[in-house]
Each structure stands twice: as C-alpha cells, then as structure tokens.
C-alpha cells in the first residue's frame, strides 16, 4: 500500500466505510434536524456545529489542494461552529466534499504530496493526514452526542 493508498483509505473511512470507528454516514444516519441541533448539559457543541465546522474546514482545504483561491477567513475557528449550516445542507454538503477529495487525491501525482500548502511550511502528505485525523476525531464526537442523547444504538457500530 502506497501513500496514496493510506491517503485515500482514511478519506472513505472518514466519509462512509465502517472500520475501527463508524464513518460519518453512519455517524450521522438517521438523525433528525432536532437532534442535531441537541446539546448536552457537558456538550460545547452540537452536531449540526460539528458538521458545519467540517465542512467549512474540508472545502477550504479542498479548494486548495485544487490551486483555487479561497477567501480571507472572517472570524476564526470558533467561527466555523458558529455559522452553522441547515442540517440536511450540511449532510449533503460534506458527503459532496469528501466524495471531492476522494476523486481529487486519487487523480493527483504523487509528487503533489510533497509540495507544500499554500501559506504553510507543511507538505500535503502531512495536511492532508491531519485532515483525515480532525474528521475522525469530530465523527467521535457526533457519536458521543448521539450516546449522550439516547439517539445511538451498539449495532450502529460502536458500543
């Protein structure tokens, strides 16, 4: 298996192969708008904030592996859970852009991987390595919220 392989594994475990974790679409499957919106007493964020910060974030970054010019960011990160999307948008909206970057990564030569990010000293291997690890780590997230507000069954994946 290549780096590009490893690359590309992590981007459909993420968007929608179950592995050691669930993937976003079982993640989120099934989910009403009200449960998104639900947080818990301990919870920072809800799921629908969740999802629109990965989007925001995924669509950036896909935009420049793509060399296409993004925009100055108004706000900073915290920002990205507060401009939430609506829920089936969102839903849609991520489920596009991991597709994108599936296609992207998977049409790119290999020495794209050592190039850096625009406006960083880091390689795309290595970004595109912590992208994958951020989405894993927020599908967590979506699941713990799900367990905390009793929308999670064990034979979704995860017990």
């Known amino acids: 298996m290549n780096r590009k392989d490893?690359?590309?594994?992590q981007f459909l475990l993420c968007h929608n192969k179950n592995g050691w974790f669930v993937s976003f679409q079982s993640a989120a499957a099934g989910l009403t708008a009200e449960q998104a919106l639900w947080k818990?007493?301990?919870?920072?964020?809800?799921?629908?904030e969740i999802?629109?910060?990965?989007?925001?974030?995924n669509e950036?970054?896909?935009?420049?592996?793509?060399?296409i010019p993004i925009p100055e960011m108004e706000g900073d990160n915290d920002t990205t859970?507060?401009?939430?999307?609506?829920?089936t948008e969102a839903v849609e909206r991520f489920n596009a852009v991991m597709t994108d970057w599936y296609r992207e990564v998977s049409e790119c030569k290999d020495?794209?991987?050592d190039q850096p990010v625009p406006d960083t000293n880091h390689p795309w291997i290595e970004t595109l390595t912590s992208i994958t690890l951020h989405n894993a780590h927020h599908i967590g997230q979506i699941v713990t919220l799900r367990k905390m507000?009793?929308?999670?069954e064990k034979e979704q994946g995860v017990s």
């Open 51 to 57: 999802v629109s910060h990965l989007v925001f974030w």
């Open 6 to 9: 490893v690359i590309l594994e």
């Open 149 to 152: 507000q009793g929308s999670w």
């Open 81 to 87: 859970f507060t401009n939430v999307l609506e829920w």
């Open 40 to 48: 818990g007493e301990k919870s920072e964020n809800s799921i629908l």
């Open 111 to 113: 020495s794209k991987f």
């Open 60 to 67: 950036r970054y896909l935009k420049r592996f793509k060399e």
